[in-house]
């Protein structure tokens, strides 16, 4: 007979207002990010802002294609820029803004399952943590890391002979 585990994590909800300076250009950054998505198929627009450990922020939006799934979530569109084009950068925090078209209020969305796998594979391969700022309805934030939004990751430690 099986026996029975519970996985329980910790995040922090926070008012925008309650976020340090850099938190808060992050989550900006995020919002302005939104606007450049490519999203005539679902009308629902993401912006992320990676924060590296130099300062730089790279930002990253949403890009569908008729041909689905050959569009990009923002989130990856973001990090597979700095792998391509900061190789060996640290990312310190990734913020995340979504809404649908012609919404006034921010909805609660965070990174989808294969953006949680690439930004796990970030983080592994930097040794540090990536702290995710997601924004929700009503000004608020929650702050959490990526590890605790995928339990039971497939990391390289899963491909050892």
Same mark, same amino acid.
């Given at each position: 007979? &099986?026996?029975?585990?519970?996985y329980?994590?910790?995040?922090?909800?926070?008012?925008?207002?309650?976020?340090n300076e850099i938190?808060?250009?992050?989550?900006?950054?995020?919002?302005?990010? *939104?606007?450049n998505?490519?999203?005539?198929?679902?009308?629902f627009?993401?912006?992320?802002?990676?924060?590296?450990?130099?300062?730089?922020?790279?930002?990253?939006?949403?890009?569908?294609?008729?041909?689905y799934?050959?569009?990009?979530?923002?989130?990856?569109v973001?990090l597979?820029?700095? &792998?391509?084009?900061?190789? &060996?950068?640290?990312?310190?925090k990734?913020?995340?803004?979504?809404?649908?078209?012609?919404?006034?209020?921010?909805?609660?969305?965070?990174?989808?399952?294969?953006?949680?796998?690439v930004?796990?594979?970030?983080?592994?391969?930097?040794?540090?943590?990536?702290?995710l700022?997601?924004?929700?309805?009503?000004?608020?934030?929650?702050k959490?890391?990526?590890n605790? *939004?995928?339990?039971?990751?497939? &990391?390289?430690?899963? *491909?050892?002979?």
């Amino acid at each position: 007979m &099986g026996r029975k585990i519970k996985y329980e994590f910790e995040a922090e909800i926070f008012n925008i207002d309650e976020l340090n300076e850099i938190e808060t250009i992050l989550v900006c950054k995020a919002k302005e990010a *939104l606007n450049n998505a490519y999203a005539p198929y679902s009308d629902f627009f993401v912006g992320a802002a990676v924060l590296l450990e130099d300062g730089s922020i790279v930002l990253g939006s949403n890009q569908e294609n008729a041909a689905y799934p050959s569009g990009l979530c923002a989130e990856r569109v973001a990090l597979f820029h700095i &792998g391509a084009n900061y190789p &060996g950068k640290v990312i310190l925090k990734i913020a995340v803004a979504a809404k649908p078209k012609n919404a006034i209020e921010y909805v609660q969305a965070g990174p989808c399952g294969s953006c949680r796998q690439v930004i796990f594979e970030y983080r592994n391969n930097q040794k540090q943590p990536i702290n995710l700022l997601l924004v929700q309805p009503d000004n608020e934030v929650i702050k959490t890391e990526v590890n605790d *939004l995928l339990p039971f990751a497939f &990391g390289k430690n899963s *491909l050892l002979k």
